[in-house]
């Protein structure tokens, strides 16, 4: 994963590549194609469906008790059908709800199947238009993902793809999108990405290959505005510790603390400050007497 760090109109700002892609295979619903240097979506000329699976690792990125302000997805069209049949089509974002495995093949030496598209048989594990996990148990509630069970029905963000000409193409910040990176931010047992497809399956002649992780120089890129949570100041104050931070409007926070920087010191939280009408200047004291001990702020 590359993860690129730097500030940006209010906030800091960084840009990740996914950690994991893949496609859903319509035509050979039992392959994986999760290695391959492309991810394809939307549906060929021969009315077969794909759609392809994105996830990102907001927390390693992005420090605990942030506040997400803006995410754009970037995506770089690296194929399409023959001009003379390709339709533009919306493409939509939806946040998945189960998790998948992206698996690692690619079709690139398969001599019964040359189509780089089709992937190749599933192994135990790895994500097909059928299965989450193939030869498991863990099966899509329907063929390619159901909406309301397998991934939200809202579009998180859309975007018009006219082709290779147009490209790159940015799903634009919207509300829902700040929401699922939010989500992911602080629930990361529930980061499983999103899921991009056309927004008409019904039309053919709409599939696209775009850049995977795998292809460095077409990677995907989600840029995050966000504004971390800081402790402005720590100072002395007799027999008292005082921790200051600027509270911004209508935001809670949780100051926690733990007595050592290795993992195996778990926070806990030493108190928990109510959302304030205007930012607010807060001062938090500690006694000394309770010896070493690291804070952070966190958004409830």
């Given at each position: 994963?590359?993860?690129?760090?730097?500030?940006?109109?209010?906030?800091?700002?960084?840009?990740?590549?996914?950690?994991?892609?893949?496609?859903?295979?319509?035509?050979?619903p039992d392959n994986n194609?999760?290695?391959?240097?492309?991810?394809?979506?939307?549906?060929?000329?021969?009315?077969?469906?794909?759609?392809?699976?994105?996830?990102?690792?907001?927390?390693?990125?992005?420090?605990?008790?942030?506040?997400?302000?803006?995410?754009?997805?970037?995506?770089?069209?690296?194929?399409?059908?023959?001009?003379?049949?390709?339709?533009?089509?919306?493409?939509?974002?939806?946040?998945?709800?189960?998790?998948?495995?992206?698996?690692?093949?690619?079709?690139?030496?398969?001599?019964?199947?040359?189509?780089?598209?089709?992937?190749?048989?599933?192994?135990?594990?790895?994500?097909?238009?059928?299965?989450?996990?193939?030869?498991?148990?863990?099966?899509?509630?329907?063929?390619?993902?159901?909406?309301?069970?397998?991934?939200?029905?809202?579009?998180?963000?859309?975007?018009?793809?006219?082709?290779?000409?147009?490209?790159?193409?940015?799903?634009?910040?919207?509300?829902?999108?700040?929401?699922?990176?939010?989500?992911?931010?602080?629930?990361?047992?529930?980061?499983?990405?999103?899921?991009?497809?056309?927004?008409?399956?019904?039309?053919?002649?709409?599939?696209?290959?775009f850049g995977s992780r795998?292809?460095?120089?077409?990677?995907?890129?989600?840029?995050?505005?966000?504004?971390?949570?800081?402790?402005?100041?720590?100072?002395?104050?007799?027999?008292?510790?005082?921790?200051?931070?600027?509270?911004?409007?209508?935001?809670?926070?949780?100051?926690?603390?733990?007595?050592?920087?290795?993992?195996?010191?778990?926070?806990?939280?030493?108190?928990?400050?109510?959302?304030?009408?205007?930012?607010?200047?807060?001062?938090?004291?500690?006694?000394?007497?309770?010896?070493?001990?690291?804070?952070?702020?966190?958004?409830?």
């Amino acid at each position: 994963m590359l993860a690129t760090h730097g500030s940006a109109a209010g906030g800091d700002a960084v840009v990740l590549n996914p950690v994991a892609d893949t496609t859903l295979i319509g035509a050979a619903p039992d392959n994986n194609n999760g290695g391959q240097s492309f991810v394809n979506a939307g549906v060929t000329q021969n009315d077969t469906t794909n759609r392809a699976l994105f996830r990102f690792d907001i927390a390693a990125q992005v420090p605990a008790g942030s506040k997400i302000l803006r995410a754009d997805l970037t995506l770089e069209v690296v194929h399409q059908p023959p001009q003379d049949g390709y339709k533009a089509s919306a493409f939509d974002l939806h946040r998945l709800l189960q998790s998948w495995g992206e698996g690692n093949k690619t079709n690139s030496s398969s001599l019964s199947s040359p189509n780089p598209g089709l992937g190749e048989p599933a192994t135990p594990g790895e994500a097909t238009w059928n299965a989450r996990f193939a030869f498991t148990t863990n099966l899509w509630n329907i063929p390619g993902g159901a909406s309301a069970n397998d991934y939200v029905s809202a579009a998180s963000s859309s975007q018009q793809v006219y082709g290779i000409l147009n490209s790159p193409y940015t799903f634009e910040s919207t509300p829902r999108l700040v929401a699922d990176v939010q989500l992911w931010l602080e629930r990361p047992e529930n980061n499983f990405g999103w899921l991009l497809k056309s927004d008409d399956e019904a039309v053919n002649w709409t599939a696209c290959r775009f850049g995977s992780r795998e292809d460095t120089q077409n990677a995907p890129r989600l840029t995050i505005e966000y504004e971390p949570a800081r402790i402005d100041r720590v100072q002395k104050l007799g027999d008292w510790l005082a921790v200051s931070f600027t509270a911004q409007a209508n935001q809670a926070y949780a100051v926690e603390f733990r007595t050592g920087l290795s993992s195996a010191n778990n926070w806990s939280t030493f108190t928990n400050v109510p959302a304030q009408p205007t930012p607010t200047n807060v001062v938090v004291t500690d006694p000394i007497s309770n010896g070493q001990r690291f804070y952070r702020l966190r958004l409830p």
